[in-house]
Nanobody, 120 residues
Framework: QVQLVESGGGLVQPGGSLRLSCAASGSIFSINDMGWYRQAPGKERELVAAITRGGGTNYAESVKGRFTISRDDAKNTVYLQMDSLKPEDTAVYYC??????????????WGQGTQVTVSS
């Protein structure tokens, strides 16, 4: 079983920055893709950014140039640096990871979510 724990959310003013972290733990052999999703009230969950094991990245159009995803495989951790935050970035942010456990079973896990609120 693989668990993901997010941290770093909070309240920030428009134009401010936050850095989210998500650490994976458990019986992990390897992690392939890692990503960040968000869900605002009344809306569907959407992909914000994703990163492959090789470092390839993909971003939602709405966050390109403002958000940066990165990962530290030695720590099984993915980060999301969020700059120039806007009120429309307000949402619960979830991290996701897919890979293989120590007994070679595939896994796909979600974190519990962390609230990001952008408001003056």
């Amino acid at each position: 079983q693989v668990q993901l724990v997010e941290s770093g959310g909070g309240l920030v003013q428009p134009g401010g920055s936050l850095r989210l972290s998500c650490a994976a733990s458990g019986s992990i052999f390897s992690i392939n893709d890692m990503g960040w999703y968000r869900q605002a009230p009344g809306k569907e969950r959407e992909l914000v950014a994703a990163i492959t094991r090789g470092g390839g990245t993909n971003y939602a159009e709405s966050v390109k140039g403002r958000f940066t995803i990165s990962r530290d495989d030695a720590k099984n951790t993915v980060y999301l640096q969020m700059d120039s935050l806007k009120p429309e970035d307000t949402a619960v942010y979830y991290c996701n990871a897919v890979g293989r456990t120590a007994n070679w079973a595939r896994f796909g896990s979600w974190g519990q979510g962390t609230q990001v609120t952008v408001s003056s």
